[in-house]
């Protein structure tokens, strides 16, 4: 298998309904766990456009892009999640409404 | 391979890296406060004396980082800011014991995020600098213990700042699909091709992700409304950092991007950036007529301030020749703003340290003045200097706003930004005239905070001081190097 | 620098005030008075050696001969700013009054103000050197900077030893100069720029940008940003409306040099800057300023009637008078000018004379409410003769400084706009209503027997007899004034014809 | 065949990222988001990056997920919590952010069909990749080390119990 076998501006449609799908669930969503798995869904969106980008132009930096955003994910997650199990200790709930102590 | 000479200017970074292995390799052994603090700080001050005598036109390692004046210029500021938190923080942390050792390895992954930001001339190191100096800031923010506020306020940044990431990078994916470049030099010559060629939606929705993804981590309006909690929840030495250090360098990256790029060049950019910048100073300014913690209003003043410094890219769209002007204005009024942010929240940080609460509302520096009247002087001067007032470093950043903006011709942004001033007065003079009301009762402060502390805020009140008097120097500077 | 060091004595005379009152109980004032009496002995110092002549020439075409001193020094060459002062008969003129109320200024605080001694003198004192600025910058740049940084002070001066309103009263004085300020700003660097384009580079100085004669559309927008900074200092009607919360809230000395002097800035500024940098642009607008003006003398004495505040009063009626000021300056004729500028002296005296025995009153009695006075002349017979004495010099009796400079006002601008004479005259008889009522309900009328309060004391006494004085030598013998002021006003009437 | 198989796992991908999006029990939502990253999966191996495929399996749908199953399984997350979500899913909570989604996504849609015959390209081998990674990207490798650094720093600070120092004090 080699190259782009569809348009790419199918595949650019693909990652643009996947960033959304994952937009739309961090806006609606209020359990932490949900919103972390949205953004995950985001990146992996965006990292799905630069693969696409770079097999059509037929170089590596679109994959390149792609390990860094790997490394950003894992970073963002491994935080996020620890954050996830201090709000639980701390809140004993996981919903950010009701965990809010602040104004806005 | 790398050369010497490449090798040579990435110095402050290796050094950078060499102090975060040493930090953790000394944590490991043995933890204490005052070391931790040590090694951070000679980090800091080795790193920044490897940036003296680099080349100023600028080397180019690697395609992604430019290791130029400007991105000189902001790294040294950058671990100059650092210096400051890190001192600041030692006697605030020293209030809260707990394992606060890895709060300086967090600072020094920070700031070497946004020293990587500065000198980013392409999508990954971007991505990295951006990232490193996120990730690094989330722990930070939720670092105190108890803190329920910082825990609520590192997930809402780490959530929004995810998103605004993920957007980003959504943005540069489509503009790489388009151009087939993600090098912003490049991408100028690449974009001038597309618009001759095709019609240049593509980009312009390109343009909208990667901007709105800048914007959020600026928090300019409609962007902002991370910034108050976050700012409010945040320990306080790391509100200063957030509203500098961070900003800042974002604010650079953007600035390189737009200029190499020539983004300016596109009708639809610059309606929309001016649009933000108008939202901006009013919906900073407004919001924070309303507030009583000390932190959110520095945090919709920041917004407006941004707002202001917004007028300086939307120049360029209309007049290409101010271009030069615009990056040296950019760097002065950046300049102005991390000195006199950094000022105003030291004086936070050190109220704080006083005693193991956050002391930042609005009541908790009534009378302010007559205990304290040097630090107050010092707030005082900060106030002013944000509100624009003559003889302070704010007041020549706004001498640059403006006239940028009368050489531009931009009559409704500075017709904005005049009346965003006069609403921003209120607030500012709130503060100072709330340090100035004699207090119902006099608190007996339990412990004075260390000399270094103090002496920080000292100096950066005669900077702002020195920058708004005799600003020649640095003008001089700046219009040589950029 | 040895104008520069007028403003230098002062800086420094706040801060050695400030840590005086630190070490030792009630030194503040005196450092204050010393500060202002060296100030006054290097000013003596200096006019001494300008060469005679200088004052009596009458350089209609010499320009440079109107300037007594000049001063200018590299600042910011990038923009072409520099550090540029210079000093005129009117500056001059301006200065000795400035000296002279802050004389007044402190005398008034010495036994109102009972906390934090030290920071209200060096706030006083910092007032008066941005003032002094104020009055000698040529560079606009520089201008624009004293401009704005005396509002710091004189806000400190409202917000924290003012009366029951006062973060109201300070936050709005300096939210209306701030932005009108801004506009002010905006225009000087607009002007910097196309004036830029004749000139070849950068220049905030006076000199340079007479140069250049603006026209257009473009010149009366930037004559507007300067007009409207300086009509809302004056105060001109409809900017007026900071005044009276400011003047009411702020304390005695606070009153004494805003109505003193602070006003006075905004009439420099228009006689100074916006007509000769705007001639043009200044005679299609003078017509709508002249009204703004006559309205501002109508509307602000029948105000003024209606207040039952003592010092709003007053502060109403220093809107009526300084619209005679502002009708003066854009009748444009050498006689309005004249009695513009023995306007503001004299306005200057008389008002803060009245700020101060208001102030006394307050003290005295814990309320300006004038119903709640009454007979007091009774009670305090120095206090009330020199209260009656004020008030018919500021309602203009012949033989007091006010009168010659409403009767030059009148004479100029009858010879320009009859009908504008004739409301502003209209203005006068208001003016006396409402002055008589004041005296009337202060200090006439039964006197209360249960209440004994001390009269003027003797340092109070020294400063009022000097104010008569100056009043009464206004009215009956102005000529000094004017030779001083004549050839500045000369040379200008004679560059800008409106 | 290969464009069917590319819509095939499009499609696959879509529904289950929204499935799992929907859900009200984190570890269903785990299941359908894991299918999700196999589909894009499959995708990256169509477009001829095998390499990112393989990676998007071991380390996003191995690794990251494995992440999330722990601190599910760790918090033990009872009904409760899955019935307040269940609120949330309510049309009221979500219909407004879903029409702002929508007309995003119209707009997404319409711009992307807009820019027209983009078929190039060829396949990329791991093997270029790893040359151009430790070539001319060396240094975004280096930095990305620092990044994984301060995420282990900063997950580890964040997620640990009260300091031992404090927890002494107090017994």
């Known amino acids: 298998m080699g190259g782009l076998v569809v348009p790419l501006e199918h595949v650019l449609l693909l990652a643009g309904l996947l960033f959304i799908c994952g937009l739309t669930g961090l806006m609606i969503r209020r359990n932490v766990i949900f919103i972390l798995m949205s953004l995950e869904v985001m990146l992996n969106a965006a990292a799905l456009a630069f693969v696409a980008a770079g097999a059509y132009w037929g170089e590596p930096d679109g994959q390149i892009i792609f390990l860094l955003i790997l490394a950003v994910a894992a970073a963002e997650v491994s935080v996020g999640l620890g954050l996830v199990l201090q709000i639980q200790r701390r809140f004993k709930t996981l919903d950010l409404d009701q965990a809010s102590r602040m104004g806005g | 391979m790398m050369t010497p000479t490449e090798l040579y200017a990435l110095a402050p970074f290796i050094w950078l890296s060499v102090g975060v292995i040493v930090l953790m390799l000394q944590i490991a052994f043995s933890r204490s406060l005052n070391g931790a603090c040590w090694v951070t700080n000679l980090t800091l001050l080795v790193a920044l004396y490897s940036m003296v005598g680099h080349d100023p036109a600028g080397i180019q390692v690697t395609p992604l980082m430019r290791i130029d004046a400007l991105g000189l210029m902001f790294c040294a500021v950058i671990i100059c800011g650092s210096v400051v938190t890190s001192l600041l923080a030692r006697d605030y942390l020293k209030q809260r014991p707990a394992e606060n050792e890895e709060f300086f390895l967090l600072l020094l992954l920070a700031t070497l995020g946004a020293c990587v930001l500065v000198c980013a001339t392409h999508v990954a190191s971007l991505l990295l600098g951006l990232e490193l100096l996120g990730v690094a800031l989330y722990g930070l923010i939720a670092y105190p213990e108890k803190g329920e506020r910082s825990l609520e306020a590192a997930i809402k940044y780490l959530v929004l700042s995810g998103a605004a990431s993920a957007t980003l990078l959504f943005g540069f994916a489509l503009l790489y699909a388009a151009t087939g470049t993600m090098d912003f030099a490049i991408l100028a010559d690449k974009l001038d091709t597309i618009q001759v060629n095709s019609n240049p939606i593509i980009v312009l929705t390109a343009a909208a992700f990667i901007l709105s993804g800048l914007a959020f981590k600026l928090s300019v309006a409609p962007f902002h409304m991370w910034t108050p909690d976050v700012y409010e929840g945040a320990p306080a030495p790391i509100t200063g950092f957030l509203a500098t250090v961070s900003k800042g360098a974002v604010f650079v990256v953007l600035l390189r991007w737009f200029i190499d790029g020539q983004l300016y060049e596109f009708r639809g950019i610059i309606l929309g950036l001016s649009a933000v910048a108008i939202a901006s100073m009013l919906v900073g300014n407004l919001l924070a007529l309303r507030q009583d913690n000390i932190k959110r209003i520095l945090a919709y003043s920041s917004i407006a301030q941004f707002g202001y410094l917004l007028v300086v890219l939307i120049a360029c769209g209309t007049l290409t020749e101010s271009i030069p002007l615009a990056r040296e204005a950019a760097s002065y009024y950046l300049l102005a703003y991390i000195i006199t942010t950094l000022g105003a929240t030291g004086l936070l940080t050190l109220l704080s340290s006083e005693s193991a609460r956050e002391r930042d509302h609005i009541g908790d520096i009534v009378g302010l003045f007559w205990r304290r009247p040097l630090l107050s002087l010092g707030f005082t001067v900060a106030m002013l200097s944000l509100a624009g007032i003559p003889l302070t470093a704010g007041f020549i950043g706004k001498f640059y706003i403006f006239k940028i903006g009368a050489d531009a011709e931009l009559w409704a942004l500075m017709s904005a930004v005049i009346v965003g001033s006069g609403l921003g007065i209120f607030y500012y003079l709130r503060l100072v005239f709330n340090m100035t009301k004699n207090p119902r009762q006099v608190h007996a402060l339990p412990q004075q905070t260390s000399l270094e502390g103090r002496s920080v805020l000292l100096l950066l009140t005669l900077l702002i001081l020195a920058l708004g008097v005799y600003p020649q120097p640095l003008m001089d500077y700046l219009s040589a190097i950029l | ?498 | 065949m290969i464009p069917f198989l590319f819509y095939m796992a499009a499609a696959i991908a879509l529904v289950s990222t929204v499935l799992a999006l929907t859900r009200s029990n984190a570890a269903h939502a785990l299941i359908y988001l894991i299918i999700s990253l196999l589909a894009v999966a499959v995708v990256f191996f169509l477009l001829g990056a095998p390499f990112a495929a393989a990676l998007e399996i071991v380390i996003y749908a191995g690794a990251i997920m494995v992440l999330f199953v722990f601190v599910i399984m760790m918090l033990n997350l009872g009904e409760e919590g899955d019935q307040r979500e269940r609120g949330w899913l309510e049309p009221g909570v979500w219909i407004v952010p879903a029409i702002l989604a929508a007309a995003l996504m119209i707009e997404t849609v319409a711009v992307i069909s807009m820019t027209e015959g983009m078929t190039s390209g060829e396949m990329v081998s791991a093997k270029a990749v790893g040359i151009k990674l430790f070539g001319p990207y060396v240094l975004a490798v280096e930095i990305a080390s620092m990044l994984l650094l301060a995420g282990l720093v900063g997950a580890y600070h964040v997620g640990r119990r009260l300091s031992e120092r404090r927890r002494g004090g107090i017994s």
């Open chain 3, 1 to 498: 620098m040895e104008l520069a060091n007028l403003i230098v004595i002062f800086l420094f005379g706040g801060l050695l005030a400030w840590l005086a009152e630190m070490m030792m109980e009630n030194s503040a004032r005196w450092v204050s008075l010393l500060t202002i009496a060296l100030c006054s002995a290097y000013l003596w110092r200096l006019v001494g050696h300008i060469p005679a002549e200088l004052f009596h020439i009458n350089p209609v075409a010499n320009q440079a001969g109107t300037w007594l001193m000049h001063h200018q020094m590299n600042w910011i060459p990038r923009f072409g700013v520099s550090f540029e002062l210079a000093m005129d008969g009117l500056s001059l003129l301006l200065i000795v009054l400035t000296l002279f109320l802050g004389v007044v200024a402190v005398v008034s605080s010495w036994a109102e103000v009972d906390h934090h001694r030290g920071f209200f003198q060096a706030n006083l004192l910092w007032t008066l050197a941005g003032v002094i600025g104020v009055f000698l910058a040529l560079d606009l740049f520089l201008f624009f900077l004293f401009w704005e940084v005396m509002l710091v002070p004189m806000y400190l001066l409202i917000a924290i030893w003012g009366h029951e309103g006062k973060a109201h009263a300070a936050m709005k004085f300096f939210i209306f100069t701030q932005v009108s300020g801004l506009l002010m700003l905006l225009a000087i660097i607009v002007l910097v720029v196309l004036s830029a384009e004749t000139l070849g580079r950068y220049s905030f100085s006076y000199f340079d940008l007479l140069q250049n004669d603006l026209s257009g559309g473009v010149a009366t927008m930037v004559m507007l940003g300067f007009f409207v900074a300086f009509t809302v200092k004056l105060p001109g009607v409809p900017f007026h409306t900071w005044l009276p919360d400011a003047h009411t809230q702020a304390p005695t000395a606070g009153s004494v040099l805003l109505a003193g002097i602070l006003l006075k800035t905004g009439a420099y500024g228009l006689l100074r800057f916006t007509v000769p940098l705007f001639p043009e642009a200044a005679l299609q607008f003078a017509p709508i300023a002249m009204g703004l003006g006559a309205a501002g003398v109508v509307y602000g004495a029948v105000l003024a009637f209606g207040q039952s505040d003592f010092k709003r009063l007053v502060a109403y009626s220093s809107v009526s008078h300084m619209g005679f000021v502002l009708l003066g300056i854009f009748a444009w004729n050498h006689l309005a000018i004249q009695g513009a500028v023995m306007q503001m002296v004299a306005h200057g005296l008389s008002t803060a004379a009245l700020f101060m025995i208001a102030g006394a009153l307050q003290q005295r009695l814990h309320t300006r409410d004038l119903g709640a006075m009454g007979g007091l002349w009774h009670n305090m017979p120095r206090m009330g003769a020199l209260a009656l004495f004020f008030i018919v010099a500021s309602l203009g009796l012949p033989g007091m400084g006010n009168f010659v400079a409403e009767f030059l006002i009148l004479v100029g601008l009858f010879q320009s706009m009859p009908w504008m004479a004739v409301v502003a005259a209209l203005g006068l008889i208001t003016g006396a209503i409402y002055s008589l009522r004041l005296m009337q309900e202060a200090f006439q009328g039964k006197p209360d027997a249960h209440r004994t309060l001390p009269d003027f004391g003797p340092l109070e006494m020294t400063v009022m007899i000097a104010m008569v004085i100056g009043l009464l030598w206004l009215g009956l013998y102005p000529q000094p004034v004017l030779d001083l002021a004549q050839p500045v006003i000369n040379s200008l009437t004679a560059e800008v014809q409106l």
